[in-house]
Protein backbone atom coordinates (compact mmCIF):
# COMPACT_ATOMS: atom_id res chain seq x y z
CA UNK A 1 0.00 0.00 0.00
CA UNK A 2 1.66 3.33 -1.28
CA UNK A 3 2.19 5.92 2.05
CA UNK A 4 0.32 8.61 0.17
CA UNK A 5 -2.49 8.29 -2.45
CA UNK A 6 -4.19 10.44 -4.56
CA UNK A 7 -7.29 10.67 -7.37
CA UNK A 8 -5.17 11.13 -10.42
CA UNK A 9 -7.71 13.13 -11.88
CA UNK A 10 -8.14 14.65 -14.33
CA UNK A 11 -10.39 16.94 -12.48
CA UNK A 12 -11.65 19.69 -15.42
CA UNK A 13 -13.16 22.29 -13.90
CA UNK A 14 -14.90 25.54 -15.48
CA UNK A 15 -13.40 28.47 -14.82
CA UNK A 16 -14.42 30.71 -11.88
CA UNK A 17 -15.84 27.44 -10.17
CA UNK A 18 -14.70 25.59 -7.21
CA UNK A 19 -12.87 22.28 -7.36
CA UNK A 20 -11.65 20.17 -4.17
CA UNK A 21 -9.88 17.07 -3.65
CA UNK A 22 -8.29 14.80 -1.04
CA UNK A 23 -5.69 13.20 -0.29
CA UNK A 24 -4.95 9.95 2.08
CA UNK A 25 -1.99 9.17 4.18
CA UNK A 26 -1.21 6.00 5.49
CA UNK A 27 0.98 6.67 8.80
CA UNK A 28 -0.65 8.16 11.71
CA UNK A 29 2.42 9.38 13.36
CA UNK A 30 3.03 11.64 10.28
CA UNK A 31 3.29 15.45 11.58
CA UNK A 32 4.29 17.57 8.69
CA UNK A 33 1.78 18.19 5.85
CA UNK A 34 1.83 20.13 2.46
CA UNK A 35 0.63 20.72 -0.73
CA UNK A 36 2.88 21.08 -4.06
CA UNK A 37 2.21 22.43 -7.54
CA UNK A 38 3.66 21.12 -10.23
CA UNK A 39 3.74 22.34 -14.17
CA UNK A 40 4.10 19.59 -16.84
CA UNK A 41 7.02 18.48 -16.22
CA UNK A 42 8.68 21.23 -14.19
CA UNK A 43 9.77 21.05 -10.43
CA UNK A 44 7.49 20.52 -7.58
CA UNK A 45 7.19 24.34 -6.27
CA UNK A 46 5.33 24.46 -2.56
CA UNK A 47 2.57 25.79 -2.45
CA UNK A 48 1.29 25.35 0.94
CA UNK A 49 1.44 23.82 4.34
CA UNK A 50 -1.36 22.28 5.85
CA UNK A 51 -2.09 22.68 9.43
CA UNK A 52 -4.13 21.17 12.23
CA UNK A 53 -6.74 23.92 12.51
CA UNK A 54 -6.81 24.26 8.71
CA UNK A 55 -5.49 27.63 6.78
CA UNK A 56 -6.09 29.64 3.39
CA UNK A 57 -4.11 31.39 1.54
CA UNK A 58 -5.88 33.62 -0.84
CA UNK A 59 -8.30 31.25 -3.47
CA UNK A 60 -7.01 28.17 -1.42
CA UNK A 61 -8.02 26.20 1.50
CA UNK A 62 -6.64 22.97 2.57
CA UNK A 63 -7.60 20.97 5.62
CA UNK A 64 -6.09 18.13 7.99
CA UNK A 65 -8.64 15.13 8.99
CA UNK A 66 -5.68 13.32 11.57
CA UNK A 67 -9.00 10.70 12.49
CA UNK A 68 -9.24 9.99 8.80
CA UNK A 69 -5.62 10.46 7.81
CA UNK A 70 -6.70 12.39 5.09
CA UNK A 71 -5.97 16.30 4.01
CA UNK A 72 -7.98 18.26 1.45
CA UNK A 73 -7.27 20.96 -1.06
CA UNK A 74 -10.00 23.55 -2.28
CA UNK A 75 -9.51 25.67 -4.97
CA UNK A 76 -12.35 28.18 -5.12
CA UNK A 77 -12.95 30.94 -8.26
CA UNK A 78 -10.67 28.82 -10.51
CA UNK A 79 -8.08 30.17 -12.78
CA UNK A 80 -7.08 28.87 -16.26
CA UNK A 81 -3.10 29.13 -14.44
CA UNK A 82 -4.54 26.95 -11.95
CA UNK A 83 -4.14 24.16 -14.31
CA UNK A 84 -1.40 21.95 -12.71
CA UNK A 85 -0.78 18.56 -10.89
CA UNK A 86 -1.31 19.09 -7.33
CA UNK A 87 0.67 17.28 -5.14
CA UNK A 88 -0.20 15.71 -1.65
CA UNK A 89 3.19 15.81 0.57
CA UNK A 90 3.30 13.91 4.32
CA UNK A 91 6.26 13.42 6.32
CA UNK A 92 7.14 9.91 7.25
CA UNK A 93 7.72 10.76 10.82
CA UNK A 94 11.44 9.48 9.98
CA UNK A 95 12.51 12.94 8.93
CA UNK A 96 11.84 12.57 4.91
CA UNK A 97 8.69 13.23 2.77
CA UNK A 98 6.58 11.22 0.97
CA UNK A 99 4.74 12.27 -2.31
CA UNK A 100 1.65 11.76 -3.39
CA UNK A 101 1.79 10.91 -7.27
CA UNK A 102 -0.83 14.12 -7.90
CA UNK A 103 -4.07 15.08 -8.43
CA UNK A 104 -4.42 16.81 -12.17
CA UNK A 105 -6.56 19.66 -12.42
CA UNK A 106 -7.63 21.41 -15.97
CA UNK A 107 -9.58 24.58 -15.48
CA UNK A 108 -11.26 25.11 -18.97
CA UNK A 109 -12.29 28.31 -20.28
CA UNK B 1 18.50 34.69 -5.71
CA UNK B 2 18.38 31.33 -3.72
CA UNK B 3 17.90 28.24 -5.92
CA UNK B 4 18.67 24.64 -6.03
CA UNK B 5 21.05 24.16 -10.05
CA UNK B 6 21.04 21.16 -11.79
CA UNK B 7 22.90 19.91 -14.38
CA UNK B 8 22.61 18.89 -17.13
CA UNK B 9 18.55 19.74 -18.16
CA UNK B 10 18.88 16.82 -20.59
CA UNK B 11 21.01 14.18 -20.94
CA UNK B 12 20.87 10.76 -23.56
CA UNK B 13 23.30 8.24 -23.08
CA UNK B 14 24.04 4.48 -23.34
CA UNK B 15 24.15 1.73 -21.48
CA UNK B 16 26.84 1.36 -18.92
CA UNK B 17 28.86 4.64 -19.47
CA UNK B 18 29.19 6.67 -15.92
CA UNK B 19 27.90 9.76 -15.66
CA UNK B 20 27.27 12.34 -12.84
CA UNK B 21 24.29 14.71 -12.45
CA UNK B 22 25.75 17.87 -10.24
CA UNK B 23 23.42 19.52 -7.78
CA UNK B 24 24.22 22.87 -6.21
CA UNK B 25 22.30 24.74 -3.45
CA UNK B 26 23.30 28.19 -2.26
CA UNK B 27 20.99 28.53 0.98
CA UNK B 28 23.35 26.83 3.38
CA UNK B 29 20.65 24.21 3.53
CA UNK B 30 22.00 21.34 5.66
CA UNK B 31 19.80 18.41 4.39
CA UNK B 32 19.52 17.66 0.29
CA UNK B 33 18.01 14.68 -1.59
CA UNK B 34 17.67 13.10 -4.41
CA UNK B 35 14.47 12.07 -5.84
CA UNK B 36 13.20 10.06 -9.41
CA UNK B 37 9.87 10.97 -10.90
CA UNK B 38 7.97 8.32 -13.27
CA UNK B 39 4.81 8.21 -14.70
CA UNK B 40 2.14 6.84 -12.38
CA UNK B 41 4.80 6.40 -9.24
CA UNK B 42 5.16 10.25 -7.76
CA UNK B 43 8.99 11.13 -6.61
CA UNK B 44 10.27 8.30 -5.27
CA UNK B 45 13.51 9.16 -2.71
CA UNK B 46 17.14 8.07 -4.01
CA UNK B 47 19.36 8.93 -1.24
CA UNK B 48 19.41 12.16 0.94
CA UNK B 49 21.96 13.46 3.25
CA UNK B 50 21.32 15.34 6.53
CA UNK B 51 24.84 17.15 6.79
CA UNK B 52 28.58 16.90 4.92
CA UNK B 53 29.11 13.78 4.92
CA UNK B 54 26.43 11.98 6.03
CA UNK B 55 24.05 10.32 3.26
CA UNK B 56 21.66 7.51 3.79
CA UNK B 57 19.62 5.23 1.00
CA UNK B 58 15.93 6.60 0.27
CA UNK B 59 13.50 4.26 -1.31
CA UNK B 60 15.16 3.29 -4.73
CA UNK B 61 19.26 3.39 -4.42
CA UNK B 62 20.14 0.28 -5.94
CA UNK B 63 21.93 1.60 -9.24
CA UNK B 64 23.24 4.99 -7.79
CA UNK B 65 25.86 6.14 -5.48
CA UNK B 66 26.00 9.97 -4.13
CA UNK B 67 28.37 12.17 -2.27
CA UNK B 68 28.52 15.32 0.19
CA UNK B 69 31.87 16.66 0.09
CA UNK B 70 31.13 20.29 0.74
CA UNK B 71 27.30 21.54 1.97
CA UNK B 72 26.16 23.14 -1.34
CA UNK B 73 26.98 20.64 -3.66
CA UNK B 74 24.76 16.99 -3.80
CA UNK B 75 26.09 15.23 -7.10
CA UNK B 76 24.29 11.89 -8.30
CA UNK B 77 26.40 9.25 -9.67
CA UNK B 78 25.47 6.13 -11.92
CA UNK B 79 28.22 3.80 -12.23
CA UNK B 80 26.75 1.84 -15.03
CA UNK B 81 23.24 3.04 -16.51
CA UNK B 82 20.73 0.84 -17.48
CA UNK B 83 17.94 1.94 -19.63
CA UNK B 84 15.27 1.51 -16.61
CA UNK B 85 17.03 4.26 -14.73
CA UNK B 86 15.28 6.54 -18.00
CA UNK B 87 13.29 8.89 -15.80
CA UNK B 88 13.16 12.80 -14.57
CA UNK B 89 15.15 13.62 -11.67
CA UNK B 90 15.06 16.43 -9.10
CA UNK B 91 17.41 17.39 -6.17
CA UNK B 92 15.54 19.22 -3.47
CA UNK B 93 17.09 20.76 -0.21
CA UNK B 94 15.65 22.15 2.95
CA UNK B 95 16.84 23.59 6.10
CA UNK B 96 18.12 22.45 9.19
CA UNK B 97 17.10 18.46 8.23
CA UNK B 98 13.13 19.67 9.01
CA UNK B 99 10.50 18.36 7.33
CA UNK B 100 8.28 20.90 8.43
CA UNK B 101 9.94 23.74 5.90
CA UNK B 102 9.08 22.02 2.82
CA UNK B 103 12.12 21.45 0.24
CA UNK B 104 12.89 23.69 -2.63
CA UNK B 105 13.72 21.79 -5.80
CA UNK B 106 15.76 21.94 -8.68
CA UNK B 107 14.42 22.34 -12.25
CA UNK B 108 14.85 18.81 -12.84
CA UNK B 109 17.46 16.55 -15.03
CA UNK B 110 15.46 14.56 -17.76
CA UNK B 111 17.79 11.40 -18.05
CA UNK B 112 17.45 9.10 -21.32
CA UNK B 113 19.24 5.62 -21.51
CA UNK B 114 19.85 4.14 -24.35
Redesign the interface.
Known sequence: RKE?EQD?GPFNVPEGATVAFNCTYSNSAS??F?W?RQDC??????LM?VYSSGNEDGRFTAQLNRASQYISLLIRDSKLSDSATY?C?V?DSW???Q????TQVVVTP | EAQVTQNPRYLITVTGKKLTVTCSQNMNHEYM?W?RQDP??????IY?S?NVEVTDK?DVPEGYKVSRKEKRNFPLILESPSPNQTS?Y?CASSPQ????Y???????T?LTVV
Not at chain 1, 41 to 46: D, G, H, I, Q, V
Not at chain 2, 40 to 45: H, I, M, S, T, Y
Not at chain 2, 102 to 108: N, V
Request: hydrophobic share 30%; no cysteine; charged share 15%.
Open positions: VPQSFYRKEPKLSLVDGKLFGAG | SYGLGLRQYMGLFGQTNGYTFGSGR
